[in-house]
Nanobody, 119 residues
Framework: QVQLVESGGGLVQPGGSLRLSCTAS????????MGWYRQAPGKQRELVAQ??????NYADSVKGRFTISTDNAKNTVYLQMNSLKPEDTAVYYC??????????????WGQGTQVTVSS
């Protein structure tokens, strides 16, 4: 069984910073990709940032402001969010594509963490 646990959301003023983290635990054989998605009210879930080894990609709207990183020894992915804007307000979901010790490759999702950018 695999679990993803997120932390780090909250309320921040425009221009502020937050750091999200997500740790995968359980029966993990290997990890393919780790990333973050977000969903604002009334909108579809969208990719924010994703990493596969040394390859990273970002949504155009967050380039230069957000940085994704990983601690492979801890199966943890981080999202450093700087220069936050009100339009970054959303529920942020961790996503990990991995191969468990038994079964097939699968996409796992975190429980979501609310990020609110407001003065």
């Amino acid at each position: 069984q695999v679990q993803l646990v997120e932390s780090g959301g909250g309320l921040v003023q425009p221009g502020g910073s937050l750091r999200l983290s997500c740790t995968a635990s359980g029966s993990i054989f290997s990890i393919n990709t780790m990333g973050w998605y977000r969903q604002a009210p009334g909108k579809q879930r969208e990719l924010v940032a994703q990493t596969r080894g040394v390859i990273t990609n970002y949504a155009d709207s967050v380039k230069g402001r957000f940085t994704i990183s990983t601690d492979n020894a801890k199966n943890t992915v981080y999202l450093q969010m700087n220069s936050l804007k009100p339009e970054d307000t959303a529920v942020y979901y961790c996503n990990v594509n991995l191969l468990p010790t038994r079964g097939s490759t699968y996409n796992y999702w975190g429980q979501g963490t609310q990020v609110t950018v407001s003065s």
